[in-house]
């Protein structure tokens, strides 16, 4: 069975580890060390009303076991840090980790983020993505990882750009290169494609007309130079 590991049960955690549960991923990690605020509820849909207060790990498991108890579920209530990196990464095929990173507003990654991002890298993490900026930042290869920096706003009350500004990222995994006994110098992550979409008036994203999609499209090729990143895998 596929063994993925989830660092971080929040805003991407959340509806990731759900869908992997529901689609009946064997073994499923979750890192996580913060506890359940109630203005995490509108965005964190593992944890409830009833959660607030309790650590996230904790309303995690009980949510998932309710999605599908025939997944085993591994929960560690830490931060993944230098020190216990790869004594936890080690023993899963993807590593995904979600990140709460970055400058408001800013156009390129800062320096904390690129070196956050060239740890985890190294660390052994597949895919790498997170977001703070409220902008559309990098994303790329980085070594065997995939990075992206910044998704921009999804659901969101301002409906100018560049603060309109969103987009879905779909990753392309080969299966056999993620396998942990597998693992080499080349990315798990084969494909990335970038839909882009623009907020409305009323807070939703919307795909937007085809020259305002080529239009986007090139704006998040120009941030993904300016990250630093490749744009294949080796």
Not at 7 to 33: E, R
């Amino acid at each position: 069975a596929a063994r993925v590991l989830l660092v971080g049960a929040g805003g991407l955690g959340s509806p990731a580890a759900l869908y992997l549960a529901a689609a009946g991923v064997g073994h499923i990690g979750l890192v996580d060390f913060d506890v359940v605020d109630v203005t995490n509820l509108h965005r964190q849909i593992l944890h409830g009303t009833s959660d607030v207060g309790r650590p996230k790990i904790d309303s995690a498991r009980e949510r998932l076991a309710d999605v599908n108890p025939f997944v085993e579920l591994t929960t560690y209530s830490t931060a993944l840090t230098s020190q216990n990196a790869l004594g936890i990464i080690g023993k899963y095929d993807l590593v995904v980790v979600f990140l709460h990173w970055g400058l408001d507003y800013q156009a390129c990654p800062d320096q904390l983020s690129v070196q956050t991002a060239e740890a985890l890298e190294n660390a052994g993490a597949d895919i790498i993505v997170g977001g703070h900026s409220h902008r559309v930042n990098g994303a790329g290869w980085l070594g065997r990882s995939y990075v992206d920096y910044g998704f921009g706003n999804f659901v969101w009350w301002r409906s100018r750009e560049p603060d309109a500004r969103s987009g879905v990222l779909t990753l392309s995994i080969d299966v056999d290169a993620a396998r942990g006994t597998k693992r080499g110098t080349s990315s798990a992550v084969r494909k990335a494609a970038w839909t882009p979409m623009l907020i409305g008036s009323d807070g939703s994203p919307r795909e937007p007309d085809a020259t305002n999609s080529a239009r986007l499209l090139k704006l998040w090729k120009q941030a993904s130079a300016c990250a630093g990143l490749a744009t294949a895998p080796k």
